[in-house]
């Protein structure tokens, strides 16, 4: 039996940054990811980075994770294509406007740099777009966008440099225990990794992991579809959202000045299945172009899909578990990318220490699942 200080089950975001930190800390770290390294929902989601929530938590956590998104280049020396473009959330309707103004008023006394700005202001930051019935948005510049992969493989290569290591396609099948810890890991090729410290970071498959412990998480896939243009001229910067029903969100993204974009499907699409669908090739740059028209002669390169993985009020499950010893970082509800880096850096300070710098009860594994994040 091979023996570590953690064993990590997922190479997605959250595994590789919960790893990495680990390993700062002083863990010997093994991470067994079943494929390859983004090959779950890290490596399909669209790079946006906002720090606009509307609970404490997710805010103090979305603004760590802005700071180490910022200092990255200088910590790990790897260019992870960081650009504080912004996110504009567009208000059509007085009830929105309302709950943007709502957030707002909590972000700033948190010190997000973060405004409701009028339609002439919106201008200003986005020239093209069709502002008929917009009210106003909430415009946060220091959110921003990077790039999926070169997060991933930098947390990777850094926990290979601080001597842990990285076992692709290798599945974790079983999760061994006695005395209500946890104790060992086996893989599908009937090793077996013991450890004192396992974290769950399967992200959609977080669920069947949880089992393979005796640990029942509320959290559930989802399938989420999205696209990519061609290149075309810079237009503007931020992450352009549109929470009307049959709206979307997209970003151009700033070293290709492609257009990436995708919607929330309704009624919701429930399950593991990442298949691309014919409606959203057809819908989705309708809705792009409502907003944007001056997209008209963009062309579409590709479409694919992936998971949010959601939980019952729409904020992660972070921490500890009623197995000692087996931890989780799952349930990103679609945040994980933006969430990734800071909830990583504070599982870790929980494992070293108990006393993580920002205390992670609104995202505990018992929680109650009754309020929540609704910008979503
Ligand atoms: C279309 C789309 C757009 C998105 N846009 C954004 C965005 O702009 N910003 C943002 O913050 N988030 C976004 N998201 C959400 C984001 O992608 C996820 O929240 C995040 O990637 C979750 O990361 P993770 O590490 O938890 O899971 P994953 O990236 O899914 O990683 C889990 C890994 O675990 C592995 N695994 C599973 N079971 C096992 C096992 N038994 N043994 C070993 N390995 C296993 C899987 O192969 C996988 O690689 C988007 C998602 C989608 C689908």
Known sequence: MKTADAIIIGGGILGTAAGYYLAREGFEVILLEKEYLCAGSTGRCIGGVRQQFVTSTTIKVAMESVRLFSTMKDEMGVDVEWYQGGYLFLAHSEERKKEYLTAIALQKRMGLDVDFISASEIREIVPCLNLDGVLGAAYCPSDGQV???????????????????????????????????????????????????????????????????GVELLCEPERHEALVTERSEPLFDPMIVDYRADGCYFIQHKPTNQFIGCYTPYPRIGGPRVDSSIEFIKEMPRRMLRLLPCLKEVKIIRQWAGSYTMTPDGSPIVGSTSLDGFLVAVGMSGHGLMLGPALGKLLAELVASDRPSIPLDEFAYGREFRTGEVLK
Not at 155 to 173: F, M, N, P, Q, W
Not at 176 to 187: E, I
Not at 207 to 213: H, L, N, Y
């Open 147 to 213: 790039n999926p992969f070169l997060v991933t493989k930098a947390y990777a290569d850094g926990i290979k440099s601080l001597g842990g290591k990285i076992l692709l396609g290798t599945e974790a099948i079983q999760i061994r225990g006695s005395d209500s810890r946890v104790t060992s890991v086996v893989t599908h090729t009937d090793e077996e990794y013991s450890a004192p410290i396992v974290v769950n970071a399967a992200g959609p498959s977080a669920k069947e992991v949880g089992r393979m412990a």
